[in-house]
Every structure is written in C-alpha cells, then in structure tokens.
C-alpha cells in the first residue's frame, strides 16, 4: 500500500525558513512526477510546485517563485520542499502529492497527510 508521510511543519518567525520532506513508502517514485500543495483555512487546495521524475524540471506557483524551491531524492524515495523568506501568507498545511505520470502531476495518484506551516508576524 502506498504512503506519504510529510515531515518538517512547525512554528516560525516571518522572513525564517523550513524544509519539508515527504517520504513515500510502498512504491518506487523514480518514475513518478511529485508535487507540493498547501490548504489554509477557509479556502481551497493550490498548487505550490512541481518536479519531474528526474528532478531535472520544476514549477512554481508565482506567489512562491524565487522563496520555494523543490527537490528530489529518488535512491531516498524523498521529496523536499525548501522554503525561505517566509510570510504569513504561507500559513497552510502543505500536502505531498504522488503523480500517476513521470512529467506532471494533472493526475495525482496518491496524498500525504499533511503537515502544519505557521508563520507568525
């Protein structure tokens, strides 16, 4: 069975940093497209970014380009979600997400549970 299993949420100043990691268990993601999504409260899921299944492609949505930076470590079966200058704005929980496909994530096969951002002023 597959899982996602997100790590590295908590607490932190505005303009401070965090990494999340997303470990997945019960399946290689070698082959596999992965993505970062975040829901705050009151409002729906958005997408935050993508990489393929190399790591030699992403994307970012434009609220998170130049702070947010995705990677990937395949022998790890991990994904990392490297977030700097955060503002509160960032405040959601954020959910890994496994592709169904190598080059994007329109389809996503499996979710994390999530883990919890806050970022206080």
């Known amino acids: 069975q597959v899982q996602l299993v997100e790590s590295g949420g908590g607490l932190v100043q505005a303009g401070g940093s965090l990494r999340l990691s997303c470990t997945v268990s019960g399946r290689s993601i070698s082959n596999r497209a992965m993505g970062w999504f975040r829901q705050a409260p009151g409002k729906e899921r958005e997408f935050v970014a993508a990489?393929?299944?190399?790591?030699?492609?992403?994307y970012y949505a434009d609220s998170v380009k130049g702070r947010f930076i995705i990677s990937r470590d395949n022998a790890k079966n991990t994904v990392y979600l490297q977030m700097d200058t955060l503002r509160p704005e960032d405040t959601a929980v954020y959910y890994c997400a496994l592709s169904s496909t190598p080059i994007n994530i329109n389809h996503i096969d499996s979710w994390g549970q999530g883990t919890q951002v806050t970022v206080s002023s």
């Open positions: 990489i393929n299944w190399s790591g030699g492609s992403t």
